[in-house]
């Protein structure tokens, strides 16, 4: 997750995607890098896609995501995700119906504006690869 | 006549150009029309009567930054006045040059400092225009070592995180059960930690510019399970992440700031699999497929370029042995090997079987190499 360090522009130029979900079921854990889990298969239903239309194909429904959350050194420790909790999630599509986030904020008007800002201001996300279009 | 004299060596070397200019001289001195001159050659030659200058060429840069690896090419740029641009590398063993015209590709081939030079050359004259060029190399190593640990501050400024993070400064295959200190992972893990080392040449390099750590991780487990029956092997995908998924991780295990005087960076890794929450039953297998792309990273120029880069590949296979609920008594490591090589993300039948071994029919499932 790891958002402490990717500011939102660079967290757009770096993923495929900008949505918003809704945290259906938490996943599985497995050991990621030094003091951080990796989430997989966490089930969210996408309720908005922020990526304009022009610049990726919107998704829709329930989608599979994995995304990897610090836990050590507990200064740095990112928050545990809610089910039924609203996040917006900059994500790449996988193959399959799945999303990797690079970065994950809970979900407030604030940080819409925020995103819309940075698309307004010119940020676009990388190139669309071979699965980047999962709707 | 005037051929012979104006070429003679009493006057020194006499380019075709004035040659040419002596010719128009007596032409008009004497009413003489010039002599018809091959196209070639007149095309190289400013016409009869303008005022003639020399060839003049310019570098797009002083200096050329370049690093070792495929992917790291640098341009230079010339701008000339007339004629037709050679490139060369004074010192061919540091780097190579292709020019396409005007700019020159350069790709680094061993680190250190030489010069680019560009050579022009227009109506019998030849200028020459030269620009440092500086070679920088990171090299990377994988320390894993069965004896060996992570390397001590200060050389190394993580070192503490690192170790409370694995609870061990160990490196290589570690007893199971040991080597992550984070909840559930405790206790409950197979763990082979690892250090990249990457070593920045030459020493100028190391306190000109900044670096970046950035590790890729494409993976997939697998369950080998009995059947009902006892009699066949059942082979079904556990998860998988990626491909090529960012797992860089927090800044506090990843030092990318050379050390003095080493000119060395750290990044650390205790990545394992987890068996805590398995319920294979005894006799069972976990296997376990990882590809790292460990990437070191520079600025050049304001902007930042992949400079070095190599595969780490982990292989796992641990076997369930007892069901007391205690992972470290439960579970026997089979393999947790890392090597700088690349694992690709596919089970074959053969590959089940050099974990199985006997003689049981093997059934690979359709979604285990999605």
Redesign the interface.
């Known amino acids: 997750m790891?958002d402490r360090?990717i500011r939102t522009r660079d967290a757009i130029e770096?993923t495929t995607h900008v949505v918003v979900g809704r945290l259906i079921e938490p996943g599985?854990?497995?050991?990621?890098?030094?003091?951080?889990?990796?989430i997989?298969?966490a089930k969210f239903r996408i309720e908005q896609t922020l990526t304009p239309r022009d610049m990726a194909a919107p998704i829709s429904g329930t989608v599979a995501l994995?995304y990897?959350r610090?836990?050590?050194?507990k200064a740095?420790a990112d928050p545990e995700l809610q089910r039924g909790g609203r996040y917006l999630l900059f994500a790449?599509a996988?193959?399959?119906r799945r999303l990797?986030a690079?970065k994950i904020v809970a979900h407030s008007e604030e940080a819409v504006r925020v995103v819309a800002s940075a698309f307004a201001g010119g940020a676009r996300h990388a190139a669309e690869g071979p699965h980047a279009r999962l709707a | 006549m005037r051929r012979q004299e104006l070429s003679s060596n009493a006057f020194g070397p006499v380019s075709v150009r004035e040659r040419r200019q002596a010719d128009a001289f007596f032409a008009d001195l004497i009413g003489a029309r010039p002599r018809h001159l091959a196209a070639s050659t007149a095309l190289e030659d400013a016409p009869t009567g303008a005022p003639v200058t020399a060839p003049t060429i310019t570098l797009s840069t002083s200096e050329v930054l370049v690093c070792v690896g495929g992917v790291n090419n640098a341009a230079i740029t010339a701008t000339t006045s007339a004629g037709v641009v050679s490139w060369s590398i004074d010192d061919p063993t540091r780097a190579s040059i292709s020019g396409s015209g005007n700019t020159a590709t350069i790709r680094g081939r061993h680190p250190g400092v030489t010069k680019v030079k560009a050579t022009l050359t227009s109506g019998g004259a030849t200028v020459t225009a030269t620009a440092r060029l500086l070679v920088i190399f990171v090299q990377l190593l994988l320390r894993n070592g069965t004896t060996e640990t992570i390397e001590p501050a200060p050389e190394n400024e993580d070192e503490a995180a690192e170790r409370a993070a694995a609870g061990t400064n160990q490196l290589g295959p570690l007893a199971m059960g040991t080597g992550r200190a984070d909840a559930p992972f405790a206790t409950a893990s197979y763990i082979s930690p690892i250090l990249v080392i990457g070593r920045v040449f030459p020493a100028e390099a190391a306190t000109r510019f900044t670096f970046r750590w950035q590790r890729l991780i494409t993976r997939r487990s697998w369950r080998i399970r009995r059947n009902a029956a006892g009699t066949r092997w059942s082979v079904t995908l556990r998860n998988q992440r990626g491909p090529l998924d960012d797992d860089t991780g927090d800044p506090d295990f990843n030092d990318a700031t050379p050390s003095t005087p080493g000119r060395r960076m750290y990044m650390y890794d205790n990545s394992g699999d987890f068996l805590g929450p398995e319920t294979l039953a005894v006799g069972e297998f976990i296997h376990h497929k990882k590809d790292f792309v460990y990437r070191v990273w520079i600025r050049l120029n304001g902007v930042w370029s992949i400079c070095s880069a190599i595969h780490v590949g982990q292989v796992i296979t641990a076997r369930r042995t007892a069901t007391s609920g205690t992972v470290a008594t439960d579970w026997t490591g089979i393999e947790n090997s890392t090597a700088i090589r690349r694992v690709n993300m596919t089970i074959t039948e053969p590959g089940v079987r050099a974990i199985v071994g006997g003689s049981d029919p093997i059934d690979v499932a359709a979604g285990a190499n999605p």
């Open positions: 790891d360090q770096r599985t854990i497995s050991p990621g890098p030094p003091g951080a889990h990796h997989d298969e994995s990897t610090q836990v050590l050194p740095h790449t996988k193959p399959g990797h690079l």
